[in-house]
């Protein structure tokens, strides 16, 4: 019977999509934009000071660091879907090992015919 061997929808989910991958995607994406982001305020405003350009720096670093952002955004999305799908297709086939060696161990009936 194959319907009672089913997972719901949101245990796929999860084998899909490791809370603990997505976790640490986010937790880089979060230390990675807000280094970039407070580190390019604070860049322009460094450099608007000793070359007298302000705010024009300080507005200008902070656009280019929300660009990089997105890079580092995408990168990071393309490196967490490898592991997802990775992870993922590791969870199918340990089912389908088990699956198999649980019907190997199921004894053939008799033959009853002479």
Do not use: C
Not at 43 to 50: I, T, W
């Amino acid at each position: 019977m194959q319907g009672s061997n089913r997972e719901s929808p949101l245990v796929i989910f999860i084998k899909a999509f490791p809370p603990r991958i997505i976790a640490g995607m986010m937790l880089q994406l979060a230390l990675i934009n807000g280094a970039l982001m407070v580190g390019a305020v604070f860049l322009g405003m460094s450099l608007d000071a000793r070359l007298g350009s302000r705010p024009w720096l300080t507005i200008a670093l902070p656009l280019v660091g929300a660009l990089l952002s997105m890079g580092v955004a995408y990168r990071l999305a393309m490196i967490t879907t490898r592991k997802s799908r990775k992870a993922y297709l590791d969870w199918l086939a340990a089912k389908q090992q088990t699956a198999a060696s649980q019907s190997a161990t199921v004894a053939p009936l008799p033959n009853d015919a002479h």
